[in-house]
Structure formats: structure tokens, C-alpha cells
């Protein structure tokens, strides 16, 4: 029985060349910005399809090394420090108010704060950062690395996952120890946050991976490049006349590999997270 | 009176927990959104002043008279709703392939290329595609021409933009639609296929009125992502077309966008408040319409 479950040879092979064909293709792109990156530009005009540079040089890295008056390692340190101190700003301040929102849902004020969330995120992302430029003028912040560090530090995804763990936790550990006296605080730091290690690395994680390719309010809340981060610098340079195709491809690379191997390295605890999250949303 | 008190004090704490997110929220998130309302209802010249000069509804007049917005929102509907189907279709189609027994080794291989877009830095994909689409730099139009087939147009033709930033989006957006197809699969109730192959359903008749149904919650959420994802497409257009050629890819994101950049804040704000009403309008429709049960 069960003849037509089990899979017959054709269809499998059929099903390999589908998956794989489909594969190379998404993997492609990476391929060919490798490529590109070691290659000059006039040899990529005469032959766009090579599958290996014909010489493999870094020296694009340091002809690259100053991008619109300012150095790379400047974009590389913006990066690093503007998606390290978001992400942890961000885990931080949503965890606390996430847990604060799932334990005492009917506070006065809390579901005002929990719809503002809401509707944020459902605004256009593109044209909310425009009036947030108002915002930050108004506040002081503009051309400030404060003031990109808190707009990135909120988002939907990391919310839904905190608020979908912090509901998940039964009501009798919490109430065994209120009974046993302890304080709210206690509760908090003795109690809820070991249980919450595993969620807070999985948020943590894909918060960086969201944040590190930002561009949009970086660009928006800057004053001059010096605050601009890697995929800014991308596009800035994408944008230049005169093109110098071997350099966007190596800035493409630089922007890319940091996150791309975070990923690979942790894609379990990514893909169910991102998974989890959207389902919650 | 003094059991409000009571309460909070004994809700202090937590209103110390959520403070520091409720300051966000309200600072680079609700106080923007009102601003943008109000800019909306103001003369551009005077928006950013202490006292704006009000116009009531005129900016929205104006741009709801304005033939370039409405033929860039018409073209957003279009896009979306091309994306939507193409997106959805795809991450479906390969959730399947991959779930199914015809893979037993390198599925996960086959996962991770798909997903591996979606953590990609958008611009950096995108100024990849960019590329890969430029007719003297460009792989694509060098492989067409090696196997003996037309070029393809890509980002210069007005024939085939929308397509061509279609293809690039699907790469960058369809890897997260495909693990909530997946992860739904993998928690469906496989007795009931058993159930339904004994009682002598074809394959076909498994998947329409067994697994399909089962994967309502699934659809339900990737429509509503992927609907308020393609209504604001906005960072594709900016990297690879700038809203050309002949505003084929001008959405309403990029042309409001480019309305603020030429100070017509109320115009521009406007319109940022129509699209935002759409959106919520489209994805609270589609969500009712996908949390109905069946035949009611």
C-alpha cells in the first residue's frame, strides 16, 4: 500500500534538480559579488560571467580605504558600535517593558502604551522616519550617535517574542513566589530572566542582524557621513558618478560577510526566532 | 480615589519597567506619527514654523488632484498585489518541495540559501541585483547572450522595471515567508492525511482539502506581512531605479519621499497618512477575511 506516498524516482530527481537549480540561484548573486570584488573593473566589462578572479588581490580593500572624505574603518566602527549599543539598548528596554505590559496588562496607561506600539509599527517605516527627523531636531539629537542608537533600538519583531515568552510563563511560578515574599524586583531578576536567557540570546541575535542593515534613519538622522554606517557608505558610493564597479562590489562584500556568517553560525536559533516572532505578530 | 492610589503603588514598579519603552514609543513613534498628521493639514511654506498656517483638507485635495500620485499609487496596488501573489506562491511552493518526502538529504542546505537573503543588508543585495541587471557590467544579459536568448531589458526599459525589482525583492523577502509556511507544516496533524489516503483521496485531494486548510494560519500572517512589506516598497526603488524609467517604479513611499526632499512637507505628509490608512484598511481586511471560518 501506500504506493503513491512513497516517492518515486522520477519525481525525486525531478524535486533535486528544482531545489538545487532554485538554490544556485539565490546563492548566485553572493558568487558574483565575491568575484567582482577581486576583479578589475575593465575585466569585468570584457567578461561579466568569470567564475574566479584571475588573480587574487586585497588591494581593492585599501584603495576603498576613503569613501566620500571619510576612512572605511570609520564606517566599520559606526557599525559595530551603532548596531552593538542599539541591540543592547533595544533587548533591554523591551524585555523590561514587554514583561511589564504581559504581567499587568490593565494597569492604567499600559494598553495606551501597548496600541502606540502597535500602531507604529504598522505606520509606513519609510515615513515615519521623516517627521523623526523633526523629532530629532527638536530634541537635540540630530547628527547624533544618540540619536540613531535609540530610533533603532525598538521593533516589532523583538517585542512579539518577549511578550510571547513572558505569556507563556505559568501564572503559579510567579505566584509561588510572591507567596514565598519576594518583591516584585526580586521576582524579576531571581525568577523571570534566568527562565528568559534563551529568548534574550535569540532576540539579541536577530536584532543585530536587523539593525546591522539599517540605512535609511542613519542616513536621515545624520549631519555629515561621519556617522554613517557601512550600508549608508554602500549606497552613498552606489550613487557617485563615475563608477567604480571593483569597489562598490568590495564594500558590497564588506557589508554583507560580517552578518552572513553571524547567520550561518547561529541559523537554527535565527529561523525559528524570525518564525516565532511573526507568527505571535 | 484611593484605590486607584492602591493600585499604584503596588503597580509602581512595572510602571518603572515599562517607562523607559513607553518613552520611545511615544518620542520616535507616536509623537512622529501626530506630527505628520498635523503637518499634513498645513501650509508646506509655514509647516515647520512655530504657528503653521492650517489649510483644513487642501493637501489632501491637492495630492488626491495630483495625476503623477495617482498613477504612482495605482502602480503601488499593482506591484503589491503581483508581489504578494508571486511571493506567497514561491515561499509556498518551496515550503512543500522542501517538507515533502522527495528531499530526504540537504534540506537544510536548500533552506539556508533561500533565507540567506533575508538577513542580507538590503542595500547590499540590491546594489548586487543592480548590477547583475546592467547591460555592459551585467551577468544576466552575459549569460542570455552566451545561450542565444534576447537580452533582457531589466531597470532601463519601461517594459520590464517592475518585473525586474520584483525578481530582486522575491530574493531578498521570500526566505521569511517560506519558514512560516514551514514551521506551520511541520506542525500539521499528518493522521488526518493518513486518514484521508485510506479512505482513498488522491494526492491532489490531500492537498486541497487536508494540509491546505490546515495551513490557513500561515497564509493568513504571510498575506498581512507581505502586504504592509510591498505597499511601502521604498529602499529597492532608491538603490536601483530612483523611481524611473518614466516613473515606472515611482511608488507612493519613494514619491512622498521625494515630495519632503523638495520641502512640500504638507503634500508629502499627506500622502504619508493616505498610504498609512491603506495599509491598515488592507491588512485588517485581509486579516478578517483569513480569520473567518470556512463557508460562513
Request: proline share 5%; aromatic share 14%; charged share 10%.
Amino acid at each position: 500500500m501506500n504506493e503513491d506516498i512513497r516517492p518515486n524516482r522520477l519525481l525525486q530527481a525531478l524535486a533535486y534538480l528544482v531545489a538545487t537549480g532554485t538554490s544556485l540561484l539565490f546563492l548566485y548573486p553572493y558568487w558574483w559579488m565575491l568575484v567582482s570584488a577581486f576583479r578589475p573593473t575593465r575585466a569585468i566589462l570584457s567578461d561579466p560571467l568569470r567564475l574566479w578572479p584571475e588573480t587574487l588581490s586585497f588591494r581593492i580593500f585599501s584603495e576603498i580605504g576613503r569613501i566620500g572624505g571619510v576612512e572605511l574603518s570609520t564606517y566599520i566602527v559606526n557599525s559595530l558600535l551603532i548596531t552593538t549599543l542599539s541591540t543592547a539598548l533595544g533587548v533591554i528596554v523591551t524585555a523590561l517593558g514587554a514583561y511589564a505590559l504581559v504581567r499587568r496588562p490593565k494597569a492604567p496607561g499600559f494598553s495606551l502604551v501597548r496600541y502606540g506600539f502597535l500602531v507604529t509599527i504598522m505606520y509606513p517605516y519609510m515615513l515615519l522616519v521623516i517627521p523623526v527627523y523633526l523629532v530629532m531636531f527638536k530634541l537635540g539629537l540630530l547628527g547624533s550617535y544618540a540619536g540613531i542608537i535609540l530610533f533603532l533600538a525598538l521593533g516589532p519583531l523583538q517585542f512579539f517574542l518577549f511578550e510571547q515568552f513572558f505569556r507563556k510563563i505559568p501564572n503559579e511560578v510567579i505566584e509561588a513566589a510572591v507567596i514565598d515574599g519576594a518583591s516584585e524586583w526580586q521576582i524579576l531578576t531571581r525568577v523571570v530572566l534566568p527562565m528568559a536567557a534563551p529568548i534574550t540570546a535569540t532576540v539579541a541575535l536577530i536584532t543585530f542582524l536587523l539593525n546591522w542593515a539599517q540605512w535609511f534613519p542613519i542616513m536621515v538622522i545624520s549631519r555629515s557621513p561621519d556617522t554613517y554606517t557601512l550600508p549608508v557608505a554602500l549606497l552613498s558610493m552606489n550613487s557617485e558618478l563615475g563608477t567604480n564597479f571593483q569597489g562598490i562590489m568590495a564594500l558590497a562584500v564588506l557589508t554583507t560577510l560580517p552578518v552572513a556568517l553571524l547567520f550561518l553560525f547561529a541559523q537554527k536559533r535565527v529561523m525559528e526566532g524570525m518564525a516565532a516572532g511573526a507568527v505571535k505578530g | 480615589m484611593t484605590d486607584v492610589l492602591a493600585t499604584l503603588s503596588r503597580d509602581r514598579i512595572f510602571y518603572l519597567f515599562v517607562a523607559p519603552f513607553a518613552a520611545l514609543t511615544i518620542l520616535f513613534g507616536v509623537w512622529p506619527i501626530l506630527l505628520s498628521i498635523q503637518v499634513s493639514f498645513t501650509a508646506s511654506a509655514t509647516a515647520l514654523r512655530p504657528n503653521p498656517t492650517y489649510v483644513g483638507l487642501a493637501n489632501y485635495a491637492a495630492v488626491l488632484a495630483d495625476p503623477i500620485f495617482l498613477a504612482s499609487l495605482g502602480r503601488t496596488l499593482l506591484y503589491t498585489l503581483l508581489s504578494v501573489v508571486a511571493n506567497l506562491a514561491f515561499a509556498l511552493g518551496f515550503a512543500i518541495l522542501l517538507d515533502s518526502r522527495l528531499l530526504k538529504r540537504g534540506s537544510l542546505f536548500f533552506r539556508l540559501a533561500i533565507f540567506l537573503p533575508v538577513i542580507t543588508p538590503d542595500v547590499a543585495g540590491y546594489v548586487v541585483w543592480r548590477w547583475l541587471y546592467d547591460r555592459s557590467f551585467g551577468a544576466l544579459n552575459a549569460f542570455l547572450t552566451l545561450v542565444g536568448l534576447p537580452p533582457f531589458g531589466g531597470l532601463s526599459s519601461v517594459d520590464t522595471a517592475m518585473l525586474a525589482i520584483l525578481i530582486a525583492e522575491l530574493w531578498h523577502h521570500a526566505g521569511f515567508y517560506m519558514i512560516i509556511f514551514l514551521a506551520n507544516l511541520s506542525i500539521r496533524d499528518r493522521a488526518l492525511e493518513e486518514a484521508a489516503h485510506i479512505d482513498g483521496a488522491t494526492t491532489w485531494q490531500r492537498w486541497r482539502y487536508v494540509i491546505l486548510p490546515q495551513l490557513r494560519p500561515a497564509l493568513v500572517i504571510n498575506s498581512v506581512y507581505a502586504l504592509i512589506q510591498f505597499l511601502k516598497t521604498f529602499t529597492v526603488v532608491v538603490v536601483m531605479t530612483k523611481g524611473g524609467p518614466s516613473d515606472q517604479t515611482n511608488f507612493v513611499s519613494y514619491y512622498a519621499y521625494q515630495l519632503f526632499d523638495q520641502a512640500r512637507y504638507g503634500e508629502a505628509t499627506a500622502m504619508a497618512t493616505i498610504l498609512f490608512a491603506i495599509v491598515i484598511v488592507l491588512s485588517l481586511t485581509a486579516y478578517r477575511l483569513g480569520d473567518r471560518e470556512p463557508g460562513q
